[in-house]
């Protein structure tokens, strides 16, 4: 069984940095592209970065280019997402999700499993 665990998340001030980490279990994600998400209060959840675990290969929104950083350890199973020069408005919970395939996707609706998420908090 799939089960995706977060960690990592906290408190900041604005310019601070946090690394986001995904524990990935019961699977094997060679085949798998693997994506963080995050939803702040009253919006919808929205694509932040991804990473197709066979290749490594990214993909990032807008947003946070030059800022973040998603990666993975394939010999721990972990996805890390590293956040650079955070913003206020980078305050949100922050979901680790899988989806199989080689396509990478920014759409929440075709990742097949997420983890509970984690709140990050950037103060002004």
């Known amino acids: 069984q799939v089960q995706l665990v977060e960690s990592g998340g906290g408190l900041v001030q604005a310019g601070g940095s946090l690394r986001l980490s995904c524990a990935a279990s019961?699977?094997?994600?060679?085949?798998?592209?693997m994506g963080w998400f995050r939803q702040a209060p009253g919006k919808e959840r929205e694509f932040v970065a991804a990473?197709?675990?066979?290749?490594?290969?990214?993909a990032y929104a807008d947003s946070v280019k030059g800022r973040f950083t998603i990666s993975r350890d394939n010999a721990k199973n972990m996805v890390y997402l590293q956040m650079n020069s955070l913003k206020p408005e980078d305050t949100a919970v922050y979901y680790c999700a899988a989806r199989s395939g080689v396509v990478t996707t920014t759409t929440p609706l075709v990742y097949d499993y997420w983890g509970q998420g984690t709140q990050v908090t950037v103060s002004s």
């Open positions: 019961g699977h094997t994600y060679s085949s798998y592209i």
């Open positions: 990473i197709r675990w066979s290749l490594g290969s990214t």
